[in-house]
């Protein structure tokens, strides 16, 4: 869990951006599902947001989201993040893009582009597509 509950608002601006950055994946390929928001909805409770502060993060990310034209505001923080961290956010990402069974090019390409914004290695990357693939094909 990336933060207790009692968070201050700095920690809650980065898990907006945080959650921007998986609705920006979900939204990308113009059919943003029931799925991809319980995946949404699931990553940011694991992140540590708590049930009376999950609509009001996902509310102002769906704002920032809309009111922005790069994903560099969304991953600023997120590149100094430990690995596991990154990893975790990855596999979410990896886990909205495949809850349709599919990837198409943008998503891909949104995922490519992430992988040198956050600095994750494209071994690192193929691997946590691969799983996360597997475990959606199941």
């Known amino acids: 869990m990336f933060f207790k509950k009692d968070k201050n608002k700095i ?3 980065f898990l907006v951006k945080v959650c921007a ?3 920006h994946a979900a939204k990308i390929d113009e059919h943003y599902t029931d799925n991809e ?3 949404i909805k699931k990553t940011l409770m694991e992140l ?7 609509v009001e993060t996902i509310n102002k990310a769906k704002s920032i989201e809309d009111n922005s034209n790069q994903i ?3 991953t600023k923080e997120v590149k100094n993040l430990p690995n596991e961290d990154k990893i975790k956010i990855v596999e979410a990402l990896w886990s ?3 809850s349709n069974n599919d990837a198409d090019i943008y998503e891909t390409n949104l995922m490519r582009r992430l992988a040198g914004l956050l600095y994750i290695d494209s071994k690192t990357m193929g691997d946590i597509k691969e799983r996360i693939k597997v475990k959606n094909f199941k």
């Open 21 to 23: 950055l998986l609705i």
């Open 48 to 54: 540590g947001i708590s049930k009376e502060d999950l």
């Open 11 to 13: 920690e809650n601006s």
């Open 72 to 74: 560099l505001d969304f």
């Open 96 to 98: 909205i893009i495949y």
């Open 37 to 39: 928001e319980k995946i």
